[in-house]
């Protein structure tokens, strides 16, 4: 005779991954950080010392430069 | 009685050897495997350039028309040899683009030693938020500077001459184009030879007239596996408002190592 109480066990392991699914679904996952964005060139600004307008802007492996004059270093910014 | 040297051959760069108009600085043939080179001549080019997406056999180029006035790009008569395609933006208050590519096929590496040249000349430089671009780019997206990648001599609503790059990785930026030394560049209303230069991949150098107008080492430019790989822009566009810009393009000719 089989016994047909309790909870079957392949409900209950049904049951267990469904409540596991609903916690890792309610961890929100963090938002990917903004991108810096370059400053416009013209723009005005102050970097390593110096002040003037930004003759060109670029980014290098996550980190941006700014030029203030033809030839110039790139300065981090 | 004067000699005019009229033909120079510049350095061989591992195997690629090129010669140039030493009065234009225009190149003029190379020795380079892989070469494409366009005149905008014949009936390919007048009989209309097809849409993108709806490329035509035998024929590299398709146009991408944004805007109901609608703007344009078409062959016209070339005033010296050879024939000119214009992209031409109109007044209409809209978002506008005419932009000419290879529709999506990407075939020129900038990580093997090469180059790519044109002849051409602002008609109307580009006013309100218009911008003019030539160079390469990666697969078509509405605006010069929202493509994946790019390598572009851009003007930005006037005629200041700037250069761009986004290599699809760590590196990307901008840059206002002037020689050694010298001032930026307001780029008149006459032809100029525009070359950007990668026979030293690691060194990307924007040429205008024969004269280089960004320092050695300020491209950083490091595009891995495919992301090197492009086609050519021409294009006006505007987001908005009722800005004009005219681009005419006399040639272009690209070539690389394999």
Redesign the interface.
């Known amino acids: 005779m089989s016994d047909t109480t309790g909870t079957d066990p392949v409900d209950a392991i049904g049951e267990a991954i469904a409540v596991v699914e609903a916690v890792a679904g309610a961890v929100t996952a963090p938002a990917p950080a903004a991108a810096p964005s ?1 400053p416009a ?1 013209g723009d005005a600004i102050h970097v390593a010392g110096r002040s003037g307008v930004v ?8 980190r941006i430069f700014v ?1 203030l004059a ?2 110039d270093d ?1 300065l981090p910014v | 009685m004067s000699t005019i040297t009229r033909s120079e051959f510049r350095p061989p760069y591992v195997g690629v050897r090129y010669e140039f108009d030493a009065n234009t600085a225009e190149t003029v043939t190379s020795s380079a495997p892989f070469q494409f080179s366009d005149d905008f001549v014949g009936g390919g080019h007048s009989a209309g350039v097809p849409a993108a997406g709806s490329p035509v056999a035998g024929y590299p180029w398709v146009k991408k028309i944004v805007g109901a006035a609608p703007p344009t790009v078409a062959q016209a008569a070339g005033v010296n040899a050879g024939g000119l395609m214009n992209n031409t933006l109109t007044a209409t208050s809209e978002a506008e683009e005419a932009s000419l590519y290879f529709n999506d096929s990407l075939q020129i590496d900038t990580t093997r030693i090469g180059q790519a040249e044109w002849r051409a000349q602002l008609v109307q430089a580009p006013t309100g938020v218009a911008q003019i671009a030539i160079g390469l780019g990666s697969a078509w997206v509405g605006g010069p500077l929202n493509l994946a990648r790019y390598l572009l001599f851009l003007w930005n609503a006037n005629n200041t001459l700037t250069i761009q790059w986004k290599d699809g990785g760590a590196n990307t930026g901008s840059l206002t184009a002037a020689p050694a030394g010298g001032s930026a560049i307001a780029t008149d209303g006459n032809f100029h030879i525009y070359r950007i230069d990668w026979s030293n991949p690691a060194d990307i150098g924007f040429w205008v007239d024969g004269g280089r107008v960004n320092a050695a080492a300020s491209v950083a430019w490091a595009p891995s596996g495919t992301n090197g790989v492009f086609q050519p822009w021409h294009t006006c566009y505007k987001a908005s408002g009722t800005g004009l810009a005219t681009l005419s393009v006399d040639k272009i000719d690209a070539f690389n190592n394999r």
Do not use: I, S, V
């Open positions: 370059l060139l003759f060109g802007a670029c980014q290098r492996d996550g030029t033809p030839g790139w």
